[in-house]
Structure formats: structure tokens, C-alpha cells
């Protein structure tokens, strides 16, 4: 599970085996990183799905994938709470959300943001919102085009989460472009009600100066 490539190795998990979650899992196979992929489901249920993709997607239980360092949450807004169970304590841990609450009403999330809300959920854990923006289409695609590479935006209130998984994002050959905070930058990629945040589906390319 493990990232040999980093001086301080890490592991990853994606939760979450739909459109994004495998999206997310054909970036790591890209760089050879291996990442375990979990759902509510027993892994033997998706594992030929798994496979296909790579030999470094490895398919476990809730239980197993949240052990990790990192761990990618690529549910339905809805089912978060579902995840957050998994453990009693989310501390040392990041959590990069990549869930997008279009059509919760505002006020089922008391007046927060998404990933603020999100947030509550993970006691102890560092959230990071990130990789939601681009539909599972883009997403899956090789961040390498036309020689530059494809944003992902990222938030968090943690400065070092967000140092964190900007490196990972880069790792894996996208460039990170960090917006702050997760009541202001956040507010920018999070959808609120029936109304998309400015930067959803904005598929930029930054390229090397």
C-alpha cells in the first residue's frame, strides 16, 4: 500500500468505486502508485473491475482501506456519514473530498459549505476539498496535454494538508492550484443547492513557464 517513491512513505485508499472513484484509481496505475479501493460492498464484488485497471488497485474492505494515510472520498455527498463511522477517531489522517453536494438544500448543511460540513463528520481528520471539479471523463484522462498539465483545485483550513496532497496531486501529473481556505476558496468548487461553484467543470491547463 505503500509509495516507495516518497522519501516519508504514504498509503492511499479511494472509497468510493463508481465513475470518480475508478477515475481516481487509473491516475495512480499512471504512476505506479498503489492504492487500495473500498466500498460498502465486499471486495470480491468489484475485484475483476479492480483488476482491469491495475495490479496496484487493491480491492478491500471499509475497514482495511481507511487505514491509510490518505484516503479519497469518492461517494455520493450523501453516503459520507456512512464512511465516517468507519473509525471513531480521523486523526493523522487527511480525507480529500471529492463529493459534490448538488441539490442538498442549504439548510440540511446549517449555512456551511459542503466540505465544511463534510468535515464535521471526520472527527480529528484534516479535510482537503479537491479533484471534484472535472466531470469522471476528464478526470480518467492523462493530466498530460498539449504539453502543460490539468488543474486540480484544492482547499482545506490545514495549510499542510493542502502542501500535502499538492504534492501528490503533482505526483501524479496534474498541477495543483491551491484557493485557501475551505469557507473561501472552498465556496469556489462547491456546489450550493442547484447552483454549481464558478470553477466546477473548468478544465485548465497550466503549462511550465
Same mark, same amino acid.
Given at each position: 500500500?505503500?509509495?516507495?517513491?516518497?522519501?516519508?512513505?504514504?498509503?492511499?485508499?479511494?472509497?468510493?468505486?463508481?465513475?470518480?472513484?475508478?477515475?481516481?484509481?487509473?491516475?495512480?496505475?499512471?504512476?505506479?502508485?498503489?492504492?487500495?479501493?473500498?466500498?460498502?460492498?465486499?471486495?470480491?464484488?468489484?475485484?475483476?473491475?479492480?483488476?482491469?485497471?491495475?495490479? *496496484?488497485?487493491?480491492?478491500?474492505?471499509?475497514?482495511?482501506?481507511?487505514?491509510?494515510?490518505?484516503?479519497?472520498?469518492? /461517494? *455520493?455527498?450523501?453516503? $459520507?456519514?456512512?464512511?465516517?463511522?468507519?473509525?471513531?477517531?480521523? !486523526?493523522?489522517?487527511?480525507? /480529500?473530498?471529492?463529493?459534490?453536494?448538488?441539490?442538498?438544500?442549504?439548510?440540511?448543511?446549517?449555512?456551511?459549505?459542503?466540505?465544511?460540513?463534510?468535515? !464535521?463528520?471526520?472527527?480529528?481528520?484534516?479535510? /482537503?476539498?479537491?479533484?471534484?471539479?472535472?466531470?469522471? #471523463?476528464?478526470?480518467? %484522462?492523462?493530466?498530460? /496535454? $498539449?504539453?502543460?498539465?490539468?488543474?486540480?483545485?484544492?482547499?482545506?483550513?490545514?495549510? *499542510?494538508?493542502?502542501?500535502?496532497?499538492?504534492?501528490?496531486?503533482?505526483?501524479?501529473?496534474?498541477?495543483?492550484?491551491?484557493?485557501?481556505?475551505?469557507?473561501?476558496?472552498?465556496?469556489?468548487? !462547491? #456546489? !450550493?443547492?442547484?447552483?454549481?461553484? %464558478?470553477?466546477?467543470?473548468?478544465?485548465?491547463?497550466?503549462?511550465?513557464?
Amino acid at each position: 500500500m505503500n509509495n516507495s517513491q516518497n522519501s516519508v512513505a504514504k498509503s492511499y485508499a479511494i472509497i468510493g468505486f463508481g465513475k470518480i472513484g475508478k477515475a481516481l484509481a487509473k491516475a495512480f496505475v499512471r504512476k505506479d502508485i498503489e492504492v487500495s479501493v473500498a466500498t460498502t460492498r465486499a471486495p470480491e464484488s468489484f475485484a475483476s473491475e479492480a483488476t482491469a485497471i491495475g495490479p *496496484r488497485i487493491i480491492p478491500s474492505t471499509l475497514a482495511e482501506a481507511v487505514k491509510a494515510d490518505v484516503i479519497f472520498l469518492a /461517494v *455520493r455527498f450523501e453516503s $459520507h456519514p456512512d464512511v465516517a463511522k468507519a473509525l471513531p477517531d480521523w !486523526q493523522g489522517k487527511i480525507i /480529500v473530498d471529492v463529493t459534490n453536494a448538488y441539490g442538498v438544500p442549504p439548510e440540511k448543511l446549517g449555512g456551511l459549505p459542503s466540505a465544511k460540513f463534510v468535515a !464535521q463528520a471526520f472527527t480529528g481528520g484534516k479535510l /482537503v476539498k479537491g479533484f471534484n471539479h472535472l466531470g469522471a #471523463a476528464i478526470l480518467e %484522462q492523462d493530466p498530460a /496535454v $498539449h504539453g502543460g498539465s490539468r488543474v486540480v483545485f484544492l482547499a482545506s483550513d490545514d495549510e *499542510r494538508a493542502t502542501a500535502e496532497i499538492g504534492a501528490l496531486a503533482e505526483e501524479l501529473g496534474f498541477a495543483a492550484v491551491k484557493l485557501g481556505g475551505l469557507s473561501e476558496g472552498g465556496q469556489l468548487v !462547491q #456546489a !450550493q443547492g442547484n447552483t454549481w461553484g %464558478q470553477l466546477i467543470f473548468q478544465d485548465l491547463i497550466k503549462f511550465k513557464s
